[in-house]
C-alpha cells in the first residue's frame, strides 16, 4: 500500500527538542521531493520545509530556519524533522507529504507535537 | 511572507456552483503555474484535489476545476454535493524551493 506514517510526536516543554519520523511505503521514496506541512489547533496549514530526493538542497519557512532540520534516509525510506528550542507556537500536528510538482499528492495521518509546561 | 489570501468562508447548495478564489502576488500565484487545492476533513489528511493550477490527481471528481488570472487562482466546485463539505486550502510555489499555503476556506453546504 501506497501510505506515508509520522510518528514520534507528543508532549514537551518549552525549549525541549522532539524528533519527528515519517515512513513511506508503497512507492519509490528516493526518487521524491518531500513536505512537512503543520497545522496549529484551530488555524490553517503552513508550510514547513522541502527536502530533495537526495537531500542535497532543503528549504525552510522563516518561521522554523535555525531550529529545525529536515533529513531522510532513503536506505530507510524515512524521513526526519528535528526539532529544537521548541515554543508554544510549535504545538500542531505536522504532516509529512510527497511532492508532486511543488504540491502534496500523499499525506500522512498527522501527529501531534504540544509544547507546554 | 504573508499567506495566500482566501475567504473564510463560502456556501451553497447541493446541485450549485461554488469558487473559491485564492489571492497572491507576481512572486507566487502570478509567477508560476504551480498552484494546488487541497481538500481537508477535520482530523484526516489532507486531499489533492488540483496541482499545476488545472490539473486533477486520479480520482478526483471533474466537478472540481481549477483556473488562476493574474496573481489570483480559483477553485470551482460544480454540482456541490454534501461530501464536499470540508476546509479548502490552495498553496503556491514561491521560488527557491518553498511553498506558501492560503488561510483556508471553510465551505458549508446548505
Known amino acids: 500500500e501506497v501510505q506515508l506514517v509520522e510518528s514520534g510526536g507528543g508532549s514537551v516543554q518549552p525549549g525541549g527538542s522532539l524528533r519527528l519520523s515519517c515512513a513511506a511505503s508503497g512507492f519509490t521514496f528516493s526518487s521524491y521531493w518531500m513536505h512537512w506541512v503543520r497545522q496549529a489547533p484551530g488555524k490553517g496549514l503552513v508550510w514547513i520545509s522541502r527536502?530533495?530526493?537526495?537531500?542535497?538542497?532543503?528549504e525552510y519557512a522563516d518561521s522554523v530556519k535555525g531550529r529545525f532540520t529536515v533529513s531522510r534516509d532513503n536506505a530507510k525510506n524515512t524521513l526526519y524533522l528535528q526539532m529544537n528550542s521548541l515554543g508554544v507556537e510549535d504545538t500542531a500536528v505536522y504532516y509529512c507529504?510527497?511532492?508532486?510538482?511543488?504540491?502534496?499528492?500523499?499525506w500522512g495521518q498527522g501527529t501531534l507535537v504540544t509544547v507546554s509546561s | 511572507q504573508s499567506a495566500l489570501t482566501q475567504p473564510p468562508s463560502a456556501s451553497g447548495s447541493p446541485g450549485q456552483s461554488v469558487a473559491i478564489s485564492c489571492t497572491g502576488t507576481s512572486s507566487d500565484v502570478g509567477g508560476y503555474n504551480l498552484v494546488s487545492w487541497y481538500q481537508h476533513h477535520p482530523g484526516k489528511a489532507p486531499k489533492l484535489m488540483i496541482y499545476e493550477v488545472t490539473k486533477r490527481p486520479s480520482g478526483v471528481p471533474d466537478r472540481f476545476s481549477g483556473s488562476k488570472s493574474g496573481n489570483t487562482a480559483s477553485l470551482t466546485v460544480s454540482g456541490l454535493q454534501a461530501e464536499d463539505e470540508a476546509d479548502y486550502y490552495c498553496s503556491s510555489y514561491t521560488g527557491n524551493n518553498t511553498v506558501i499555503f492560503g488561510g483556508g476556506t471553510k465551505l458549508t453546504v446548505l
Open positions: 527536502i530533495k530526493y537526495d537531500g542535497s538542497k532543503i
Open positions: 507529504a510527497r511532492d508532486l510538482w511543488s504540491a502534496g499528492d500523499l
